[in-house]
């Protein structure tokens, strides 16, 4: 039987698949929370922002109707964002009906 040493919860936490999921799951909500802010009012509930990927900003719509409002204002709402996050060079609608 091999002899190994105590290790420490949080060093094991701290490399963890899990550890990685929950940090990109709080950064996914944070740039949520800020995006909320930035939009158009009468989208809000109507949208969440589902990634960022190559500094492109994917943001799941509720309908058809949505995505095709922010479509047209896309241009706006880009340099509004990059105001903020100037990270972010694009936007990605997609229609998520099951959206919540």
Known sequence: MKNSAPKKINDILQNSTLTRIVERA???N?????????LPEPYRGLYRVANLVNN???INVKNATV???LLLQQVTLLQQ???DLPEI???EFRVTP???
């Not at 944070?30 to 930035?38: A, C, F, G, M, S």
């Open 30 to 38: 944070e740039l949520n929370q800020k995006i909320q802010k930035i």
């Open 98 to 100: 099951s959206l919540k």
């Open 56 to 58: 492109q900003l994917i």
């Open 26 to 28: 709080n950064f996914i």
């Open 81 to 83: 964002i990059q105001a």
């Open 67 to 69: 995505r095709q409002g």
């Open 89 to 91: 060079t694009q936007l």
